[in-house]
């Protein structure tokens, strides 16, 4: 077992235990990805992905609705300590943010990952200022 598979398993035996919401998408191509739709607002994603000569990459990844492009998300994002690498994407009608970690600095399970960053990144969620346009008032 190569060790991407190692941490696929690994994931797989822990949301059967805690997590059931997740579902994995059996035809993605770039390693592998689940989804979480437990909670209808927000769509989670989790993907373990590996390049060539790379290590594996844990990423963590939430979708927002759009009305978060009228706050101060971004600059909350930007001015952060983290453990972990975040970017902000911004499509048309929605955000997505995410977080993500190499194997080489993972100090948990990938399950206690998804939960750190989880935590992390509703907490800057639930910071971030909305913006209000006076001028449609």
């Known amino acids: 077992m190569n060790l991407i598979h190692y941490y696929r398993q690994q994931f797989l035996e822990l949301i059967t235990q ?29 993907h373990l992905t590996q390049s060539r000569q790379e ?6 990844a939430i979708e927002l609705p759009a009305t978060y492009t009228h706050s101060n ?20 009608h929605k955000l997505l943010l995410t977080s993500s970690i190499s194997t080489d600095n993972l100090q948990q ?11 992390e990144i509703i907490d800057l969620v639930f910071s971030a200022i909305t913006q209000v346009d006076y001028l449609d008032v």
Do not use: C
């Open 55 to 60: 290590s594996i990459y844990l990423m963590y």
């Open 18 to 46: 805690f997590e059931q919401s997740w579902e994995e998408e059996p035809h993605y191509k770039f390693g592998f990805l689940w989804h979480s739709y437990a909670n209808t607002s927000y769509k989670e994603m989790f």
């Open 109 to 119: 399970t990938t399950l206690g990952f998804v939960n750190q960053a989880r935590a």
């Open 73 to 92: 998300i971004s600059d909350v994002i930007k001015h952060v300590a983290s453990p972990y690498e975040l970017s902000i994407y911004v499509f048309p």
